[in-house]
């Protein structure tokens, strides 16, 4: 089922998005070479609670996952990507970390993610890498609104991840969101444009691209949550909700 949200909704799952932002914002410029992953989830834990919001991680139990998640925000360092689970682990200069967070506020959910490198070393792979996923999702975003399909914003994703020359996994991409944080329509971060679900205003999405450099091959971690490259290349992850208007689309997901 697709969830078509009414305004007032929408303006609530606004406010939760800005909460996702703000906290992403802020765990960033807390992040440092020595910061701890079991640190940053302290600190999301605190700040969730301070706003009187709820993790939607902490519960979370999917099939592809080993058990309930436990923490309050993913930790994806270097090779890892996708659900990284917390670990008593110091960031080291140089390290390309992904946060990935998604809450739940006054009943809607909001979900975003950013990659950045930790410390003050050159790593222009990876921010290469980290660009090629900000400038995916912004075309995918460019391509939502009242009218367009599924297919047309896969597309515009998956046309500048090519562009630049990543592979792309097809096992996990983006998603309908709402009051939870996982619901239809799934949104692939490659497709045929004019294809799949034809979006209306009040439908909101988290779109995520995200790719790894030299593989499109994912292997789980033995902490059964964390997907790491298949090969141990670097890998980055840039996500916002937006909400489809009746002019276009709206990010949700800002500080
Ligand atoms: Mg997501």
């Given at each position: 089922?697709?969830?078509?949200?009414?305004?007032?909704e929408?303006?609530?799952?606004?406010r939760?998005?800005g909460?996702?932002?703000?906290?992403?914002?802020?765990?960033?410029?807390r992040t440092?070479?020595?910061?701890?992953?079991?640190?940053?989830?302290?600190?999301?834990?605190?700040?969730?609670n301070d706003?009187g919001a709820?993790?939607?991680y902490?519960?979370?139990?999917?099939?592809f996952g080993?058990?309930?998640?436990g923490h309050?925000?993913?930790?994806?360092?270097?090779?890892?990507?996708?659900?990284?689970?917390?670990?008593?682990r110091?960031?080291?200069?140089?390290?390309?970390?992904?946060?990935?967070?998604a809450?739940?506020?006054?009943g809607?959910a909001?979900?975003?993610?950013?990659s950045?490198?930790?410390?003050?070393s050159?790593q222009p792979?990876?921010?290469?890498?980290?660009?090629?996923?900000?400038r995916?999702?912004?075309?995918?975003?460019?391509?939502?609104?009242?009218g367009?399909r599924?297919?047309?914003?896969a597309?515009?994703?998956?046309?500048?991840?090519?562009?630049?020359?990543?592979p792309?996994?097809?096992?996990?991409?983006?998603?309908?969101?709402?009051?939870?944080?996982?619901q239809?329509?799934?949104?692939?971060?490659?497709?045929?444009?004019?294809?799949?679900?034809?979006?209306?205003?009040?439908?909101?999405?988290a779109?995520?691209p995200?790719?790894?450099?030299?593989t499109?091959?994912?292997?789980?971690?033995?902490?059964g949550?964390?997907?790491?490259?298949?090969?141990?290349?670097?890998?980055a992850?840039?996500?916002?909700?937006?909400?489809i208007?009746?002019?276009?689309?709206?990010?949700?997901?800002?500080?």
């Open positions: 089922m697709i969830e078509i949200l009414t305004p007032p929408v303006d609530r799952a606004r939760t998005g909460l996702v932002g703000a906290i992403l914002q802020d765990l960033r410029a440092s070479v020595g910061t701890n992953l079991l640190e940053l989830d302290e600190w999301t834990r605190s700040m969730i706003a709820e993790s939607c902490v519960d979370y139990a999917p099939s080993r058990g309930r998640f309050h925000v993913c930790t994806a360092v270097n090779d890892a990507v996708l659900h990284g689970l917390p670990h008593d110091s960031l080291a200069d140089g390290d390309l970390l992904t946060l990935d967070l809450i739940l506020l006054d809607m909001a979900d975003a993610a950013i950045f490198v930790v410390g003050n050159d792979e990876s921010l290469a890498m980290i660009n090629t996923t900000e995916a999702l912004a075309a995918g975003i460019a391509a939502a609104g009242p367009a599924i297919g047309d914003l597309h515009a994703i998956g046309s500048v991840l090519s562009a630049d020359g990543y792309i996994n097809l096992e996990f991409g983006g998603h309908g969101i709402g009051t939870t944080m996982h239809d329509p799934h949104v692939p971060n490659t497709g045929r444009p004019g294809r799949g679900y034809q979006l209306r205003p009040g439908v909101l999405l779109l995520e995200w790719i790894m450099a030299d499109d091959e994912l292997i789980t971690d033995d902490d949550w964390t997907l790491r490259s298949a090969t141990g290349c670097r890998t992850h840039t996500e916002h909700t937006i909400a208007t009746p002019d276009g689309a709206e990010i949700l997901t800002l500080p």
